[in-house]
Nanobody, 127 residues
């Protein structure tokens, strides 16, 4: 069973930085994309950033210029434990949320492409 484990969350002051990391427990045959989402209690989970298998990166407006995503995305993945990192800077109180990583891909040639999710890591921005 695939597990994604996030780490790096915590309490930070406004303007500070955090580095979130997410490691998969198993090798993927192929990864379509690796992404980060976030969710505030009582609200829907929202997209933050993604990197696809061609290395193209996309960010939501609130993340542009402040966050950077870097993932082990590859059409044919060789990494035994693919990892995706979200480097966050210039943090604001409104960035407070639980951050989730997502991997979309194929575990083997025979399995369908699926979404896999971590359990989340809490980021709290407060003075």
């Amino acid at each position: 069973q695939v597990q994604l484990v996030e780490s790096g969350g915590g309490l930070v002051q406004p303007g500070g930085s955090l580095r979130l990391s997410c490691e998969a427990s198993t090798k993927f045959f192929s990864i379509r994309s690796m992404s980060w989402y976030r969710q505030v209690p009582g609200k829907q989970r929202e997209f933050v950033a993604t990197e696809d298998s061609f290395g193209a990166k996309n960010y939501t407006e609130h993340a542009k210029g402040r966050f950077t995503i870097s993932g082990d995305t590859a059409i044919l993945s060789n990494n035994p434990k693919p990892t995706v990192v979200l480097q966050m800077g210039g943090l604001k109180p409104e960035d407070t949320a639980v951050y989730y990583c997502n991997v979309n891909g194929w575990i083997t040639e025979a399995t369908p492409r699926m979404d896999y999710w971590g359990k989340g890591t809490l980021v709290a921005v407060s003075s």
